[in-house]
């Protein structure tokens, strides 16, 4: 009896120690955090950038100026080439006035009109491409532009007021239209390096001193019946050319 008491006993002891070990054995370790998760949160803290060749080009022209109801009203002064689009109809008095950095203009067929002095004091400027569709432009539109070489104007303009390109000192070769009727006064004044014109039949008034100062004048072509067929217009030394 006592030998059955001893081996429960026993039974119980070892089942006891049993349970207790069991008890100490380590924890399972707890999963990891989800590293997608991670990841996630950390794209969210920190936002990807598109690839710089991704990011689109700023070309507009119309980034470079202020417009409103199809008129240009202020250009940057910071560009150095402008694109006038063809929702502008017309550019405003002064627009471009001053722009130092301007080199090139590029204007639209939607253009019909130019105000004064809207590209006056333009330094830098060299090359203007004009739309077909001007048919007017203000006073001293162009003057002081002492970097403009050449220019050649649309057939659909039909007047040059005063001081158009006054004091173009660089201008060499000016190409008129067709179809021009009249030039004001001081038109070319001061254009110290125009050699050669061609002046049409049509032009059937001159302002005064249209070619003041024009000291490198050589040659003047002047159509029969124009009213530009004057010497007095023009500097002693020019050869007046009847075409």
Known sequence: ?????????????????????????????????DTAAQTGEEAAQTPDEAPAETKPANTSGRALYESADGVLKK???AADSITVGDDITSIDSFAFKDCTNLKKVIISDSVTSIGEYAFSGCTALESVQFGSGLTS??????SGCTALRSITLP???TALP???????????????????????????QDCKALKKLTIPASVSSMGSSVFANCTALENVQ??????????S????STVMVAK
């Open 1 to 33: 009896m006592k030998k059955l008491i001893f081996l429960s006993l026993m039974i119980c002891a070892c089942a006891f120690l049993s349970a207790c070990g069991g008890s100490d054995e380590p924890a399972a370790p707890a999963p990891a955090a």
């Open 75 to 77: 250009a940057s002064s």
């Open 137 to 142: 432009m203000g006073k001293n539109t162009f």
């Open 155 to 157: 057939d659909s303009l």
């Open 162 to 188: 005063d001081s158009t390109f006054m004091g173009c000192t660089s201008l060499v070769t000016a190409t008129l239209p067709a179809n021009l009727s009249s030039m004001g006064s001081y038109v070319f």
């Open 222 to 231: 002047v159509g029969a019946g124009s009213a530009a067929d004057n010497a």
């Open 233 to 236: 217009l023009y500097p002693s």
